[in-house]
């Protein structure tokens, strides 16, 4: 079977350091193309992968017959836009996250990857890392007993106004930054939904820096507390833990694996040693193209959907409409 042949939208920083390399490195899939009008900007990419053909616009990628899957890294105003455009070219999508500034924004996108019989969907990565299937396993497992409260901290300092992150025309901000994260961790592991929140949230130049939910998530088993803090005017920390009647979860380095530091899990209970599990070396960006190429080609499962994505965008969106005056 040949491998999927890739293209990417834009030079992105993170596409050069992470995705691009991960495409280039994945089982089954081939980065064949870039779009960008900067030969500078595609000299990177071009360093690990020499044979890169260079499209000087996004529409002439897309009209490349042999491409036929694509990665949208461009700020997340224009996720709808181009993930549209990509579908109806016949592409299949893997967009950045978050894929839309509004839930309804994201039932477009579904009704278009319908109709267009392609696969598209959000890069959250982290549900393709051993660590978070094993943490949500461990939950399905009661091994933490009755789920009380799911605690997340996820901050860095990035003061740059420059940054794209800082902007409010190109959907910055922590909440969709970094939140996008922080609430669909607790959706994806827990199996939970938000019953009831409220938030707490500071800006600067109209984009949030800082913001804290909390309030009552809920699953098949009952009602939980949650309190998730994001910033991006804070030291660079992040931890999650879900704390049960019988024992917790602690997962040290939850989104960035190898990167903020080594993936581990812990499994804590009263009377017992501490189980920990260290996944050094595994690589969530390759694990997430080889799944997407398995899904399309073979039709194995895939583990974040189009909807999935609606939940946390409409969480987003709760988020925002549940702040204390």
Excluded at 167 to 175: L, N, R
Excluded at 270 to 292: C, T, W
């Amino acid at each position: 079977m040949s491998a999927m042949n890739w293209g990417i939208l834009g030079a992105a920083k993170f596409a050069h350091e992470h995705m691009g390399r991960a495409i280039h490195a994945a089982a089954g899939a081939r980065l064949a193309a870039l779009a960008t009008s900067s030969p500078e900007k595609a000299k990177p990419f071009k360093s690990f992968c020499p044979d890169l053909e260079v499209h000087d616009s996004y529409e002439s990628l897309l009209a490349d017959p042999t491409i036929e899957a694509v990665y949208i890294p461009l700020p997340n105003t224009l996720h709808v836009e181009w993930t549209k455009k990509a579908l109806a070219a016949g592409k299949h999508v893997l967009c950045e996250k978050p894929i839309a500034m509004q839930a309804e924004e994201i039932d477009t996108l579904i009704a278009a990857r319908d109709a267009s019989g392609r696969f598209a969907t959000e890069g959250y990565m982290i549900v393709h890392h051993p660590q978070w299937q094993l943490a949500r396993d461990w939950l399905d497992q009661g091994r933490v007993g009755e789920l009380r409260h799911a605690d997340v901290v996820f901050s860095f300092n990035n003061p740059d106004p420059g940054n794209i992150r800082n902007k409010p025309e190109t959907g910055g901000g922590s909440i969709p930054d970094i939140g996008v994260y922080a609430y669909s961790c607790m959706r994806f592991a827990a199996r939970a939904e938000p019953a009831q929140l409220r938030s707490i949230i500071r800006r600067e130049n109209d984009v949030d820096v800082f913001a804290h939910a909390f309030g009552e998530m809920e699953n098949a088993a009952g009602r939980f507390t949650c309190s998730a803090i994001t910033s991006t005017r804070l030291q660079p920390r992040q931890e999650v833990v879900f704390q049960g009647s019988e024992g917790l979860i602690r997962l040290t380095c939850p989104f960035n694996a190898n990167v903020f530091s080594q993936a581990e899990v812990t499994l804590v209970r009263a009377g017992q040693p501490d189980l920990v599990q260290r996944f050094p070396g595994v690589n969530q960006y390759v694990l997430q193209v080889e799944n997407f190429v398995r899904h399309i080609r073979e039709g194995a499962p895939y583990p974040w959907t189009l909807e999935d994505a609606r939940g946390t965008q409409a969480m987003i969106d709760l988020v925002r409409a549940s702040e204390i005056a």
